[in-house]
C-alpha cells in the first residue's frame, strides 16, 4: 500500500511501472488518472491546490483501508498533489491490484468515490477573467451511496 | 484552548487559516455562533452552514458534535479533491 500526498509533479507512467513491480502475482491491475483540464472557455492559467495537513494523510489512510477490507487486493495506490498546477498536469493517481479484474476495477472506483467528496483538497481555478472556488458536485456526494452496505 | 482551522473560501473570507480560541462553548455549533457574534467576517463565513463542513481532531463530524477534549476544530467547504 503506497500513500503520498506532495506538490512535486510525478509521471504516471513511471508509478504504473513501479506499481506493477511491487504488485506480485496480481492478475489486473486498474489505474486512473486525474489531469488539470482547461475550462470550456479555454482561459485557465492555473490551479491551486489547498490541503489539510494531517487530515488529508489519515482521510487517505482510512479510505484506502476500506478498500482492502472490502476487496482482495495485492496492491494500492494513491498520489494526490497540492499546490500549483497547470493545464495537462498530473492532479492525482489511484492504482489497484488483484487476482481478478472486477475488484481492481471496483476498488479504484470506490476510492476515487471516496477521495472526491472524503478527503480534505479543495480546488480553485485561476482564470483570465478571476479565480473561483470549484464547487463540489451533488453527483459526487450520491456516488458514495453505492458504496453502503 | 482550541486550534481553529479554516480552509478554501472560509479561510479566505475569515482572513486567516487558524487561531486559537479560548472558549466554553460545549458543541462545534455553540463555537460557531460564538464566532458569528464577532464579527461581520465571520458571521459571512458561517452564513449557510449546509454549505460547510466541520473535523474534529482531523475526523469529519457534524455541527452538534460536543466540543470536550477536543484539541483542533476544522471549518472547510465540501472537499473536491480528485
Same mark, same amino acid.
Given at each position: 500500500?503506497?500513500?503520498?500526498?506532495?506538490?512535486?509533479?510525478?509521471?504516471?507512467?513511471?508509478?504504473?511501472?513501479?506499481?506493477?513491480?511491487?504488485?506480485?502475482? $496480481?492478475?489486473?491491475?486498474?489505474?486512473?488518472?486525474?489531469?488539470?483540464?482547461?475550462?470550456?472557455?479555454?482561459?485557465?492559467?492555473?490551479? /491551486?491546490?489547498?490541503?489539510?495537513?494531517?487530515?488529508?494523510?489519515?482521510?487517505?489512510?482510512?479510505? $484506502?483501508?476500506?478498500?482492502?477490507?472490502?476487496?482482495?487486493?495485492?496492491?494500492?495506490?494513491?498520489?494526490?498533489?497540492?499546490?500549483?498546477?497547470?493545464?495537462? /498536469?498530473?492532479?492525482?493517481?489511484?492504482?489497484? $491490484?488483484?487476482?481478478?479484474?472486477?475488484?481492481?476495477? /471496483?476498488? $479504484?472506483?470506490?476510492?476515487?468515490?471516496?477521495?472526491?467528496?472524503?478527503?480534505?483538497?479543495?480546488?480553485? /481555478?485561476?482564470?483570465?477573467?478571476?479565480?473561483?472556488?470549484?464547487?463540489?458536485?451533488?453527483?459526487?456526494?450520491?456516488?458514495?451511496?453505492?458504496?453502503?452496505? | 484552548?482550541?486550534?481553529?482551522?479554516?480552509?478554501?473560501?472560509?479561510?479566505?473570507?475569515?482572513?486567516?487559516?487558524?487561531?486559537?480560541?479560548?472558549?466554553?462553548?460545549?458543541?462545534?455549533?455553540?463555537?460557531?455562533?460564538?464566532?458569528?457574534?464577532?464579527?461581520?467576517?465571520?458571521?459571512?463565513?458561517?452564513?449557510?452552514?449546509?454549505?460547510?463542513?466541520?473535523?474534529?481532531?482531523?475526523?469529519?463530524?457534524?455541527?452538534?458534535?460536543?466540543?470536550?477534549?477536543?484539541?483542533?476544530?476544522?471549518?472547510?467547504?465540501?472537499?473536491?479533491?480528485?
Amino acid at each position: 500500500m503506497d500513500i503520498r500526498v506532495q506538490e512535486l509533479e510525478f509521471d504516471a507512467g513511471v508509478e504504473l511501472a513501479r506499481f506493477t513491480a511491487a504488485s506480485g502475482s $496480481a492478475g489486473a491491475i486498474v489505474t486512473f488518472t486525474g489531469i488539470v483540464r482547461d475550462t470550456p472557455d479555454g482561459d485557465l492559467d492555473r490551479m /491551486e491546490i489547498e490541503h489539510y495537513p494531517g487530515m488529508t494523510e489519515r482521510a487517505l489512510g482510512e479510505i $484506502a483501508q476500506k478498500a482492502q477490507d472490502r476487496w482482495d487486493l495485492s496492491n494500492l495506490l494513491i498520489l494526490h498533489r497540492f499546490g500549483d498546477l497547470k493545464t495537462g /498536469e498530473t492532479i492525482m493517481m489511484v492504482a489497484t $491490484a488483484s487476482r481478478h479484474r472486477v475488484a481492481a476495477f /471496483e476498488a $479504484a472506483e470506490y476510492l476515487m468515490d471516496y477521495l472526491k467528496s472524503r478527503a480534505p483538497f479543495w480546488k480553485k /481555478e485561476f482564470t483570465k477573467s478571476g479565480a473561483t472556488w470549484v464547487a463540489s458536485k451533488r453527483d459526487d456526494e450520491d456516488a458514495l451511496n453505492r458504496w453502503k452496505p | 484552548m482550541i486550534d481553529v482551522m479554516y480552509f478554501a473560501w472560509v479561510r479566505e473570507r475569515i482572513g486567516l487559516p487558524k487561531e486559537q480560541i479560548e472558549t466554553s462553548a460545549k458543541t462545534v455549533m455553540d463555537l460557531v455562533e460564538e464566532l458569528r457574534g464577532r464579527e461581520e467576517r465571520y458571521a459571512l463565513a458561517f452564513e449557510d452552514l449546509a454549505s460547510l463542513r466541520v473535523a474534529i481532531d482531523q475526523e469529519l463530524t457534524e455541527f452538534d458534535a460536543p466540543l470536550a477534549g477536543a484539541r483542533e476544530v476544522a471549518f472547510f467547504p465540501p472537499m473536491t479533491g480528485g
